[in-house]
């Protein structure tokens, strides 16, 4: 017999509203993913910092994507903190995008806040760390 059984199983984060969570992760992951190759095959040089910003967004939404859809409590820790890095660079790269506007002539995912999405950049993140809280084992 196993010393796990009397641990009680960790809610998943894809369930629920969870899967609304990663669905639009999965939306983001693939926008992001897509248009940084392209901009990064077809026109690196015209803005370099603005498309390394949104591939380093694109991988942070695909580990997010994948983490919360699997739910698991490594899969969970995982999410935690790739979402957690994704707030850190959205209010980074929002805030530096207005101190240091010639610096992003060409906007990113993260640039103005995601203010070119609708803020949806500013708020997931917001929203995916309350909703691994919420979900946690009590």
Known sequence: MS???DVAPVPSSGRGFG???VAIYGIFALAATARSAFQIATKFSEAPLAY???????????VATIALAR????????????????LVGVLIVGAASFAFPGAFTVASVWTGFGSGYGF??????????????????K
């Open 120 to 137: 949806i950049p500013l708020v997931l993140p917001a929203v995916g760390l309350w909703w691994l809280r919420h979900t946690r084992s």
């Open 71 to 86: 739910g698991d409590r490594t899969s969970r820790w995982v999410a935690t903190i790739a979402i957690t890095i994704e």
């Open 3 to 5: 010393n796990n059984d």
């Open 19 to 21: 899967r609304v969570l």
């Open 52 to 62: 390394l910003l949104s591939a380093v967004a694109a991988i942070i939404y695909v």
